[in-house]
């Protein structure tokens, strides 16, 4: 699966490829330079940010199911940046990271939810058309990024597998997670690398 793309009506789905990237980097710029200090103010941006992702995806019509699905797909993310900071930062700190760091990956699986990859990778094209002069082929760099957005939610997915997997084995959860989660990551990336290639890409 390369693409989560779900067809849909809604304005984000109509909206252009191009016009969601820049969205996309944009917020995702701002949320990364969000201040962390006073803590209060830092906590209720990132707050702010995470229920305007949550509102992007009323607007697509993406707000029940797909949502929570992504949400959940996140979980992982949240606990190891979790584990990570508190060793170097406050807990106000560290609440304020992970909080923007999930607001991000939403970010990326909403934009491949209401999106075609060959709409998204059209508009990379486009956009790095400019970088010729210089020896830059667009349409490897746009296939390249594209992929790189799209397969976030895919790794989220991968991982639930992993745990539900786990789960059902009576197998106690850890960072012993990591090793199966790597192998069908891996697997993954080659099967998507077969069906680029199938399709006659270099």
């Known amino acids: 699966m390369i693409s989560l793309y779900r067809a849909g009506t809604s304005p984000l789905h109509r909206a252009p490829a191009g016009l969601k990237l820049v969205l996309l980097a944009l917020l995702g710029i701002g949320f990364s330079l969000m201040p962390r200090q006073p803590i209060g103010l830092g906590l ?3 707050g702010g940010g ?3 992702v949550v509102a992007l995806f ?3 019509g993406l707000a029940g ?3 929570l699905r992504q949400l959940w797909s996140t979980r992982w993310i949240v606990m190891a940046m979790a584990v990570t900071q ?9 609440a304020v990271n992970t909080v923007r760091v999930v607001a991000i990956v939403l970010l990326a699986g909403l934009l491949s939810l209401t999106t075609r990859s060959s709409d998204l990778l059209s508009a990379l094209e486009t956009a790095l058309g400019p970088l010729r002069r210089i020896g830059v082929d667009p349409g490897r760099v746009g296939l390249t990024l594209s992929l790189a957005i799209t397969m976030v939610p895919v790794i989220g997915a991968l991982a639930q597998r992993v745990r539900e997997a786990q789960r059902a084995r009576g197998v106690r959860l850890g960072f012993r997670a990591v090793v199966p989660l790597l192998v069908l990551a891996l697997r993954h990336a080659d099967d998507v690398a077969d069906a680029l290639t199938a399709r006659g890409v270099d």
């Open 44 to 46: 209720a941006l990132a």
């Open 50 to 52: 995470l229920l305007l």
């Open 58 to 60: 009323a607007l697509g």
């Open 65 to 67: 199911r797909p949502l």
């Open 86 to 94: 508190l060793i170097f930062l406050t807990p106000g700190d560290a």
